[in-house]
T-cell receptor, first 116, second 111 residues
Framework: KAGVTQTPRYLIKTRGQQVTLSCSPISGHRSVSWYQQTPGQGLQFLFE???????NKGNFPGRFSGRQFSNSRSEMNVSTLELGDSALYLCASSLVTLAIGAGELFFGEGSRLTVL | GENVEQHPSTLSVQEGDSAVIKCTYS??????FPWYKQELGKRPQLIIDIRSNVGEKKDQRIAVTLNKTAKHFSLHITETQPEDSAVYFC??????????FGTGTSLTVIP
């Protein structure tokens, strides 16, 4: 069974630009959640999508948004990039939506974003 | 919301010794506590988890203990090996909410 796939793996942007990251979950998983990983901050929850609906959202500004398609693939978008947005962005898929229960999160390898 | 604190941030042990990482949480509604291991440049992977109705769980050299009264849980690794070197993250989950992760512990096992 293929794992969680994230693209692109690495990208460099400049301040003010916008970026779109993609995540393909494990087949059969309908929940996709996104996390920002920075040194010293651990993993911080951005949002979760299940069946094309955002089920929960973390404490991030509106510049961070996402969506999910009917095949469960998800994208996240960051607009008007700031230097502080430089981070590793991880997505994770799971069988159950976090809105009703918790199980193992299967992470992708992440998209490393550098903002200059 | 929930707040998860993890200590220590770095830990070095001699091969064969034990390692203990501790996490505290603030929301008594948290009911699921997983531990993830992230090797350098790789994705986090679940190594062990515990639910709030259980006090301890073991899997070979790894164990997790949970003290709901004190709101803390710990990861214990015995007979450490160089391949245990990684960053370990604890997390707490509140039903209907999200996972709250600790800030990570970088474990180095010295051969």
């Amino acid at each position: 069974k293929a794992g969680v796939t994230q693209t692109p793996r690495y990208l460099i942007k400049t301040r003010g630009q916008q970026v779109t990251l993609s995540c393909s979950p494990i087949s059969g998983h309908r929940s996709v959640s996104w996390y920002q990983q920075t040194p010293g901050q651990g993993l911080q929850f951005l949002f979760e999508y299940f069946s094309e609906t955002q089920r929960n959202k973390g404490n991030f500004p509106g510049r961070f948004s996402g969506r999910q398609f009917s095949n469960s693939r998800s994208e996240m978008n960051v607009s008007t990039l700031e230097l502080g947005d430089s981070a590793l962005y991880l997505c994770a898929s799971s069988l159950v939506t976090l809105a009703i229960g918790a199980g193992e999160l299967f992470f992708g390898e992440g998209s490393r974003l550098t903002v200059l | 919301g929930e707040n998860v604190e993890q200590h220590p941030s770095t830990l070095s042990v001699q091969e064969g010794d034990s390692a203990v990482i501790k996490c505290t949480y603030s929301d008594s509604a948290s009911n699921y506590f997983p531990w993830y291991k992230q090797e350098l440049g790789k994705r986090p992977q679940l190594i062990i988890d515990i639910r709030s109705n259980v006090g301890e769980k073991k899997d070979q050299r790894i164990a997790v203990t949970l003290n709901k009264t004190a709101k803390h849980f710990s990861l214990h690794i015995t007979e450490t090996q160089p391949e245990d070197s990684a960053v370990y993250f604890c997390a707490a989950y509140v039903t209907g909410n999200q996972f709250y992760f600790g800030t990570g512990t970088s474990l180095t096992v010295i051969p």
